[in-house]
């Protein structure tokens, strides 16, 4: 990933801390924002689908990608909030995967 990725995370979590502060309770809403934005990832997915007879088709696949990059960018956020370096936590992550796929 690009550099600017990680800088904007960083950036988002200064200017989160400087307005909100550093508290458990913050910590918490930046957790709890995953499900926020996971919540309109869905709503998307059901909105290319259709599902909704009375809205009908409301959303893109791009629309949905749109909210998927929401949520990992808020991740990394909240990675960051807990005092970690999002791109390690991230990249540790990534090698379990690839080990796994290794067999």
Do not use: Y
């Not at 996971?38 to 990608?65: C, F, M, Y």
């Amino acid at each position: 990933m690009d550099d600017s990725i990680w800088d904007a995370a960083r950036a988002l979590r200064g200017w989160l801390d400087a307005a909100n502060g550093t508290g458990q309770t913050e910590l918490t809403c930046r957790i709890l924002k995953l499900t926020e934005e996971a919540g309109e990832a869905s709503a998307a997915w059901i909105g290319l689908l259709g599902q909704n007879p009375r809205k009908g088709v409301t959303h893109t696949r791009e629309d949905v990608a749109a909210e998927l990059a929401d949520v990992a960018f808020t991740a990394l956020v909240a990675i960051e909030s807990l005092g970690l370096d999002a791109r390690t936590v991230l990249d540790t992550s990534a090698e379990k995967v690839r080990s796994r796929l290794a067999g």
